[in-house]
Every structure is written in structure tokens, then in C-alpha cells.
């Protein structure tokens, strides 16, 4: 398998994925767009941070792709939903760099307070400007955080040692969460009202781009220091540049840029802007956490199918996929058995799980379901990971419910449908530890195996008709391995259910529904 690192990478990672002999590394940090396009069709694996950008033209031409794996955090150089659509698992490291990036941004902050980065250059050309550099101290002072999740919480915790009163906004998260940090949770124009420093942590979104812009600039402080250590354009560059010309905000660290690098950007040429060149996550510490953890992610995804920190797929660990195995077989083998027998667009599917699944998690089995429900439709094309994506697209409704009590089987999954034209439910589930069985198609019960080419056939249950059937695919030379029959006793139907070591041909299904009593004919392939 071949795997393209194409930035920095610690050496730690890259002598990680080189230590696996299934694999074949090649690290290229200056590629251009073109060479980029064209040699990634090459490619299982690309590893990436920042600088790579991952385009739907060059998802479009990564005809091997498996996964794009960021050591760090932010993916919004990769067009997550184009790798999707492909199938290419697409992760990142979240936990590495995260005391480094809340550490940069409180050194940010001291930086900023004591115009360390202005007085080191004025001392350098020789000068000595003491009174040109009082600063302020933070003690005391209101830190306003919007967002806190993993870094922005860490933020809070060091603010917290540094003594400032730290105040938070973060819909996403509970009032109670935010209580537990020891921080106070409030709405967004009471942060603007109350920060002496205000700095952003969220990821960039149509929600976040351009939240400190005019409009809050003008709800703050006068005075207030703003910080940027998460993504360029959270804070709007030209609004801030007028705030601070206005004297509303007296200061600003950016760490992080509209474009990268900035080219001739006013803001920098400001006395009171402070910044660095995305250096938030740029440690020893961070840049080994990220990189080893990379490596054994991809590692672990290409070897042994283990999905750790995927932004577009669930996670499975490799212990629990080995135990999530028969149910997910089963899932999978109900989707595409439910796919083959209905008819028209599907419009609902209802997903229930029963028993002793109930104790698992069971996103991993919808998905399954849902891959096996559109693979007769769409073919090859749909996986594990693009499938949530062609489910949305067509608009199919799914729903999922759960109940523990287990009733005949100790486990239980039904699944039903709706379509333009009809409705169907069929259950399954696990004889032994592994053994997927078909145990009731709408009213008919049975205990069938799921494999191989199967033959569903709906007729009135009259003597001699199981007989009938057994001689025409006899004349065929149509062997029968298995075969099950279902009934409805109060009405007289019967749903006979054949394993075959052949796929049943057209003409010998017409000549079955050509005998009397035999109403529908299916073929299956599972
Ligand atoms: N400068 C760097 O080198 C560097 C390094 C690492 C991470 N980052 C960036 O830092 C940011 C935060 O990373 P993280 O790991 O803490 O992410 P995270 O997902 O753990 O936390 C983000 C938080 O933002 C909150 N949020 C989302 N939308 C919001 C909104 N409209 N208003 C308020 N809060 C909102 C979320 O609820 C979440 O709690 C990301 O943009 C990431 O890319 C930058
Ligand atoms: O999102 C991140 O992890 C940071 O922005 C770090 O980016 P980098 O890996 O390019 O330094």
C-alpha cells in the first residue's frame, strides 16, 4: 500500500508508517497542484496538516484513496464531503496539540498585555522605551471565551491559574458542562459587554465566520484585547483593523489568517497587532503527539479496518469490530434482502434493534443496514462512509428505536420500509455466535440461512405444490441446498424459502409462476 506524506511531518510519524512492511512511503512537502493531482491516483493513504490542500479535483483524481489522515486538528483544507462521496475515510488527530495551541494562546495573551513582541524590537534597534511599553495586567481581569470545547476549555483552566474572571459562550454546550469548568456561561452580547479579552475557539462555520465583526466590535469594551488562535476569518480582519484605528479594541493577536500567509495585510503593520505564522499548534510535543498518532491511525485503518477520529464515519476499534462482526453481517444481509424484494423509490426505513444487540452500539449497524438496503441500487459505489451522505441525498427518512427486552431471540433486528409502492419488514438475527438467520419476511416466520443465491416463492398452501416446485428446477438442473417454508395458517399462504448452488434464470422463474398456487417469485443474492 502506498501512503503520500505531503507536509511536515515529525520524524516520529513518518519513521512509524516506514516501519510497516506492507507499506510504501513517500514524503513530498512541495508538490505542486498539478504534480499533486496527478500522482495521487497512486495513493492508498495521504497525510497531511494544514498546507495540503484536498480538493474535490483531487479527491475526483484519487482513484485509490482509502483515507486522508491530518496530523492536527483543523480539516477545512479538505473537502470532507467529496471524500465522502468517494469513500475515503477522512480523519484527524484531535487531542495532540491541544495544551500547545491553549498554551499559545494564553502566551498570546500575556504577550499582548506586556507588548513583549514591540519592546523586544525596539531593544534589538537599540532603543529603551519603557514608558512607550506599559502594559496591563491580566489579574482580575474579564477573559472572554467563545468556545469551549477541547482548547478553549484548556484556556480557561491556565486563565483560571493566572486568577481572571473567565466567562464563556458555547450554545453547543450545557449550562451544567460549562458549571463543572468552574467558568460562567453566559450569552454572546453579555461577552462582548463584559470581556477585557475576548478570544475565539471555535471551528470555522457558516455560524462562526465573521462572529467578531462590526457589529460586535461595537458592543464591547472599549479597550478589550481580541485573540485569534483558531481559524483566520472567525474575526473579521478589515472590521478589526477599524476597531482598532476607532480605539475600541486596543490590541490584537492573530495567530491564524484569512489567506495564509497574509500578503502585505494592513492588520500587521498595526503597532498594537501582534502575530504569528499559525504557530498555535507548532510544539515538539504537539508535532510527536500528532504525527505518532496519525501513523498509528492509518496504520491501523489500512491493516486491520480499525476507524479511530474519522470526521465521515463512525469509530470502530478493532476488539470491537471483531465482537460487532455476525450483527453487522446480519445488518448488512437484512439491508440488501429488504432492497431486493421491494419494489419503487424507498421513502422510510424504520430500524428496531431487540435484545441483547441493545448493548452495542448501533450506529455501525445502520450504517450497515443502509449500505446493504443501497448496494443492489447503486452498486459498488456506495461504502461504509459515503452511504449516511446517498441516504441524505435521496432523501430517505430513517429512523431507529430500541428495546431490551428480548421476546423468541435473545437478539432481535427488524427493519422495515416504506417505498412509493409498497411496505415490507423483514427481522433477523444470530444463531450460535455468528450464524445470520432470516427469521420472519412481513407475516412468515421462518429460521433461514442468508447466503448465496435464494429463491422466495409466495403460493397457497396446497399438497403437492412443494413437490411441483422441487420437480420444475429438478427439469432445470437447479440443485436445492436449503429450503425453509413460513406460513400464515389463518390464511392459507405459505412462503417457501430456497437456498440454490445456481442463480435461478428468468425463464425458469416464469415457469414457476406459470403453476397453480404460486403467486409471487423473488430471486435474492446475499
Ligand atoms: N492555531 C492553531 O494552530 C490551531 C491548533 C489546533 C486547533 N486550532 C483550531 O482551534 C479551534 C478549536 O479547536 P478545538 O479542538 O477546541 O475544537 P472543539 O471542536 O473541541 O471545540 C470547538 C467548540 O466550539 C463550539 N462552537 C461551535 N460553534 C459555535 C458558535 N457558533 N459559538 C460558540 N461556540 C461554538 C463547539 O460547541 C465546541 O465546544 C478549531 O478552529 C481548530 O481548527 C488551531
Ligand atoms: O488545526 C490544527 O491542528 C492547527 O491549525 C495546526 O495546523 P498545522 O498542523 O498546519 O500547524
Avoid at 435521496?394 to 437478539?411: C, L, P, Q, Y
Avoid at 420500509?417 to 444463531?431: D, P
Avoid at 445470520?436 to 412481513?442: A, H, L, Q, S, T
Wanted: glycine share 6%; hydrophobic share 45%; charged share 25%.
Amino acid at each position: 500500500m502506498k501512503v503520500l506524506v505531503s507536509d511536515n511531518l515529525a520524524d516520529s510519524g513518518i519513521e512509524k508508517l516506514m516501519s510497516v512492511p506492507e507499506f510504501e512511503v513517500e514524503v513530498n512537502t512541495s508538490l505542486t497542484k498539478e504534480e499533486f493531482q496527478q500522482i495521487i491516483k497512486e495513493y492508498d493513504a495521504l497525510v497531511i496538516r494544514s498546507a495540503t490542500k484536498v480538493t474535490a479535483d483531487v479527491i475526483e483524481a484519487a482513484d485509490n484513496l482509502k483515507v486522508i489522515a491530518r496530523a492536527g486538528i483543523g480539516l477545512d483544507n479538505v473537502d470532507i464531503e467529496a471524500a465522502s462521496k468517494r469513500g475515503i475515510v477522512v480523519m484527524n488527530t484531535p487531542e495532540g496539540n491541544v495544551i500547545t495551541t491553549a498554551e499559545h494562546t494564553i502566551a498570546m495573551m500575556l504577550s499582548l498585555s506586556r507588548n513583549i513582541p514591540q519592546a523586544t524590537q525596539s531593544l534589538k534597534v537599540g532603543k529603551w522605551e519603557k514608558k512607550r511599553f506599559r502594559g496591563k495586567e491580566v489579574f482580575n481581569k474579564v477573559l472572554g471565551i467563545i468556545g469551549v470545547g477541547r482548547i478553549g476549555r484548556v484556556v480557561a483552566d491556565r486563565a483560571k491559574g493566572l486568577k481572571m474572571h473567565v466567562i464563556a459562550y458555547d450554545p453547543y454546550i450545557s449550562t451544567e458542562v460549562i458549571d463543572k469548568m468552574g467558568i460562567e456561561g453566559v450569552a454572546l452580547d453579555e461577552l462582548f459587554a463584559r470581556s477585557d479579552y475576548i478570544t475565539v475557539h471555535t471551528p470555522m462555520t457558516q455560524e462562526t465566520r465573521n462572529i467578531l465583526n462590526a457589529e460586535a466590535f461595537a458592543k464591547m469594551k472599549k479597550g478589550v484585547f481580541i485573540l485569534n488562535c483558531a481559524r483566520g476569518g472567525i474575526v473579521n480582519e478589515d472590521d478589526l483593523l477599524k476597531a482598532i484605528e476607532s480605539g475600541i479594541v486596543a490590541g490584537a493577536a492573530m495567530d491564524v489568517f484569512v489567506v495564509e500567509p497574509p500578503k502585505d495585510h494592513p492588520l500587521l503593520a498595526l503597532d498594537q497587532v501582534i502575530a504569528t505564522p499559525h504557530l498555535g499548534a507548532s510544539t515538539d510535543e504537539a508535532q510527536e503527539n500528532v504525527a505518532t498518532a496519525v501513523a498509528d491511525q492509518v496504520i491501523d485503518y489500512l491493516l486491520r479496518g480499525t476507524i479511530r477520529n474519522a470526521v465521515n464515519a463512525p469509530n470502530i476499534d478493532g476488539a470491537v469490530l471483531a465482537r460487532l462482526r455476525p450483527y453487522l453481517t446480519l445488518a448488512e444481509k437484512l439491508g440488501s434482502l429488504l432492497a431486493q424484494i421491494t419494489r419503487g423509490a424507498i421513502q422510510e426505513i424504520a430500524i428496531e434493534y431487540v435484545g441483547e444487540v441493545t448493548k452495542e452500539d448501533t450506529q455501525p449497524l445502520t450504517i450497515s443496514i443502509l449500505k446493504g438496503l443501497l448496494t443492489p441500487i447503486l452498486g459498488d459505489m456506495v461504502n461504509f462512509v459515503n452511504v449516511p451522505v446517498m441516504v441524505k441525498e435521496r432523501n430517505i427518512k430513517v429512523t431507529e428505536s430500541m428495546r431490551t427486552e428480548a421476546e423468541d431471540f435473545t437478539t432481535l433486528i427488524n427493519v422495515s420500509i416504506k417505498t412509493s409502492e409498497e411496505r415490507n419488514l423483514v427481522a433477523g438475527t444470530i444463531f450460535g455466535k455468528k450464524d445470520p438467520r432470516i427469521v420472519r419476511i412481513n407475516d412468515f416466520r421462518m429460521e433461514s440461512a442468508m447466503e448465496g443465491n435464494l429463491l422466495l416463492i409466495y403460493n397457497i398452501d396446497t399438497p403437492g405444490t412443494i413437490g411441483a416446485i422441487g420437480t420444475c428446477l429438478g427439469r432445470n438442473k437447479i440443485n436445492i441446498s436449503m429450503m425453509d417454508v413460513g406460513q400464515v395458517l389463518e390464511r392459507g399462504q405459505n412462503i417457501i424459502f430456497l437456498q440454490t448452488d445456481s442463480v435461478v434464470p428468468k425463464e425458469v422463474v416464469q415457469e414457476l409462476l406459470a403453476m397453480e398456487n404460486v403467486n409471487v417469485v423473488q430471486t435474492v443474492k446475499l
